[in-house]
């Protein structure tokens, strides 16, 4: 029989060099799934690689599991990257949502990955939050649960396709109105039990009722829900058992966000949260040490601080996911040809699927638009990228394709200096007319990736103040436009994807309409422009 505390453990891989203690490691049943990293994922043909050598060494299946919640082209080189799960709310049709799942499930399940960390259920009411932001459908409960549905929706079709992959809805009880990245910091949220039920509650219901099929923690304390001081849901009993099972219904796995955030490594001894984790009512435990975790648990299992009752069941509810993967038997999954693999992602259908949802999403905030001059100026803002081109590249092949082949593109960096003021005020009025592309992007461990430059505002007022037409598009988070002078046009394409870059380039160039309405409120709220 298989060891139950090692499937318990889902090991989390920060690096190439972890491959092969955590391939040790699932041989000796230590571990029940694998997460992995863009860093191991460059093509699907890898990808597939990757995994099948993994479930060959695995005594039980192993659940795989990525973040995916902007389509696996989010993570995986050649894969469809679709437009954030904002850009879904900003276009507001369960039908984009419902295909925005498929896609992510049919590439994902192509490669052997049957774990995708999406939807997020989080209801992004904060404009300051700097981790969640356009990775929430938006700041309205009713929307967020309505598109998540369809987006599980879409999950569950792929499925009857062949593609058996699991949906992981987060980040219970809500993330949506923190204003410090758990990944560096633990916040305690002081909203009342009332204003927890009518906000940031309802779309988990909606996904339960739904039949979501795991759920994941938040490393966030609610004092509302448990009163211990400084205690994340991750490690609370009456948040995960007392109010998700009992109270909420859910009967799907959950799983702790990476233990590895410093909310939770900062905060706590690595054996004991493990330990402390399971007991509060989590089923996995995503953790970069997992041996270190696997031997607490087992210790616990042995001494009776995790009671057989709590063990069964957390081992039940794994088994019962991993069932639903790969048949009541659990039999071990094919290998899958890496070159069909590489045929199956990033297809031209499912690139298709992701330009309707990019046109349906761009959303004009303020202004009105101007025709472009013959040679107009693009500024566009540089940004650090983990994998992908760089800006420049991207920006210069989306303007190539749509045949703007005379546009002056001038780069800029995120915080520009004098002379960058002045030399883009020369080229744009050279130009007779200006775009300023500020690409941002939500980032892990990096809260200030959203925030925008005092001195990016005041490039892009002195530009809008000198009487050319102008405008500012945020490639990303639309509450980055709130500083902007209302003197330029105001869009937002809630992604950096290629998708996106086209869909507003397009818009820019008066071939299309903004067609998306803004999901969410700024600072100070304001209400789209139009249609």
């Not at 799942?101 to 209801?123: F, H, K, R, S, Y």
């Not at 775009?435 to 990096?446: C, G």
């Not at 397009?506 to 100070?524: D, F, I, N, T, Y």
Request: aromatic content about 4%; hydrophobic content about 45%; charged content about 20%.
């Amino acid at each position: 029989m298989e060891d139950i505390a090692g499937q318990l453990i889902w090991a989390f891989i920060c690096s190439k060099d972890d491959l092969e203690p955590v391939a040790r490691s699932v041989s000796d049943g230590r571990v029940g799934g694998v997460w992995l990293l863009p860093t191991e994922m460059r093509s699907a043909a890898e990808t597939t690689s990757l995994i099948n050598w993994l479930q060959a060494l695995a005594p039980v299946p192993l659940l795989i599991g990525v973040d995916a919640e902007a389509g696996l082209g989010l993570v995986m080189g050649g894969a469809t990257h679709l437009p954030t799960a904002m850009a879904l709310g900003a276009a507001d049709d369960p039908e984009l949502a419902r295909l925005a799942g498929q896609v992510t499930a049919m590439e994902a399940g192509a490669c052997g990955i049957n774990a995708v960390a999406a939807p997020v259920l989080d209801v992004n009411v904060n404009p300051a939050n700097p981790i969640i932001n356009t990775r929430s459908f938006g700041g309205r409960p009713e929307m967020v649960g309505r598109l998540s549905k369809a987006f599980l929706d879409g999950v569950r079709e792929a499925g009857s396709g062949g593609a058996h992959v699991l949906a992981i809805g987060k980040h219970f009880p809500g993330h949506g109105d923190t204003t410090l990245d758990s990944h560096l910091q633990l916040e305690t949220l002081g909203r009342s039990r009332s204003r927890l039920d009518a906000v940031e509650l309802p779309p988990f219901r909606n996904a339960i009722e739904a039949g979501v099929p795991m759920l994941m923690t938040a490393h966030v304390a609610y004092p509302a829900l448990d009163p211990t001081p400084g205690l994340p849901a991750t490690l609370s009993r009456p948040i995960l058992t007392d109010l998700l099972r009992d109270e909420l219904g859910f009967r799907g796995a959950v799983v702790t966000d990476c233990m590895n955030m410093h909310a939770i490594a900062r905060n706590f001894d690595a054996e004991e949260s493990t330990v402390s984790s399971v007991q509060a009512g989590c089923d996995l435990v995503l953790t970069d040490r997992w041996d270190l975790g696997y031997g607490a648990l087992t210790r616990a299992m042995r001494d009776g601080r995790v009671s057989k009752a709590r063990e069964r069941e957390a081992y039940d509810r794994v088994r019962a996911a991993k069932m639903e993967i790969f048949g009541p038997l659990l039999e071990r999954p094919a290998a899958i040809k890496p070159e069909v693999a590489q045929m199956s992602v990033g297809t031209p259908a499912h690139a298709e699927i992701a330009e309707r949802i990019a046109s349906a999403s761009i959303t004009l905030v303020a202004g009105n638009l101007v025709p472009p001059t013959p040679r107009p100026l693009i500024m566009a803002t540089r940004m650090a990228r983990r994998f992908g081109p760089p800006v420049e590249v991207q920006l210069r092949s989306a303007l190539a394709s749509l045949g703007w082949h005379h546009a002056d593109v001038l780069m800029l960096d995120p915080t520009p200096d004098g002379g960058q003021v002045d030399l883009a005020l020369e080229r744009a009025q050279a130009a007779g007319w200006a775009a300023l592309l500020h690409f941002n992007r939500v980032q892990s461990f990096d809260p200030d990736a959203v925030i925008t430059s005092d001195e990016l505002i005041s490039l892009a007022n002195i530009v809008a103040g000198s009487g050319l037409p102008t405008s500012v598009v945020s490639m990303g988070s639309p509450y980055a436009l709130a500083r902007f002078t209302p003197s330029a046009a105001q869009l937002c394409t809630y992604s950096t994807c290629d998708a996106s870059l086209r869909a507003v380039l397009r818009v820019l160039m008066g071939v299309s309409h903004a067609r998306g309405h803004l999901p969410c409120e700024l600072e100070p709220a304001r209400a789209a422009v139009g249609a």
